[in-house]
T-cell receptor, first 110, second 114 residues
Framework: GQNIDQPTEMTATEGAIVQINCTYQ??????LFWYQQHAGEAPTFLSY????GLEEKGRFSSFLSRSKGYSYLLLKELQMKDSASYLC???????????FGTGTKLQVIP | DSGVTQTPKHLITATGQRVTLRCSPR?????VYWYQQSLDQGLQFLIQ???????AKGNILERFSAQQFPDLHSELNLSSLELGDSALYFC?????????????FGPGTRLTVL
């Protein structure tokens, strides 16, 4: 089966940097997604990592280590609007099955 | 606004009933994906259609079925409804056929089963 773990909640200060971790155990790993979801809204795609390493997109970066079954999402220069849930999701198997973690609720405080 | 529309926005029904949720993808997108998000199970991928054909399948129950029509809109049919089917159902669309393509989510349909 699949197992995806993320912290349930995190709190960080406006202007700071926060790292949200995701660990996974799966067979047939293809890649890993990160989504942002504000309360009551639909998820928004942030990133998709296939290869090991860091990918940067503005204030958001995502890192993947396939050998360790580990990923993180790095948010820099935090803004109040970054308060949201961050979902990590694993793409695996020949049928491109996507399995989501339970999400990390990030609260940004002044 | 992602360009993906879903109707209805809210739906309240009783156990044992059947409902149909509708999704219109962004103009030009060929793939439609269905997701279920409940408090206890989180977000779950249900199924993907690409240009009318089933492309990928997730944790979709046998009581649930979907199809994509020639005009590319899609419907998700939920039958023999149970209390546990109460959830937010999202539809997403993308231009290509792979789940790794950037998906644009609709606003969702909130289903309440009483």
């Amino acid at each position: 089966g699949q197992n995806i773990d993320q912290p349930t909640e995190m709190t960080a200060t406006e202007g700071a940097i926060v790292q949200i971790n995701c660990t996974y155990q799966t067979s047939g790993f293809n890649g890993l997604f990160w989504y942002q979801q504000h309360a009551g809204e639909a998820p928004t795609f942030l990133s998709y990592n296939v290869l090991d390493g860091l990918e940067e997109k503005g204030r958001f970066s995502s890192f993947l280590s396939r050998s360790k079954g580990y990923s993180y999402l790095l948010l820099k220069e935090l803004q109040m609007k970054d308060s949201a849930s961050y979902l990590c999701a694993v793409n695996s198997g020949g049928y491109q099955k996507v399995t989501f973690g339970t999400g990390t609720k990030l609260q940004v405080i002044p | 606004d992602s360009g993906v529309t879903q109707t209805p926005k809210h739906l309240i029904t009783a156990t044992g009933q059947r409902v149909t949720l509708r999704c219109s993808p962004r103009s030009g997108d060929l793939s439609v994906y269905w997701y279920q998000q409940s408090l206890d199970q989180g977000l779950q991928f249900l199924i993907q259609y690409y240009n009318g054909e089933e492309r990928a399948k997730g944790n979709i129950l046998e009581r649930f079925s979907a199809q994509q029509f020639p005009d590319l809109h899609s419907e998700l049919n939920l039958s023999s409804l149970e209390l546990g089917d109460s959830a937010l159902y999202f539809c997403a669309s993308s231009g290509g056929e792979w789940v790794t393509d950037t998906q644009y989510f609709g606003p969702g349909t909130r289903l309440t089963v009483l």
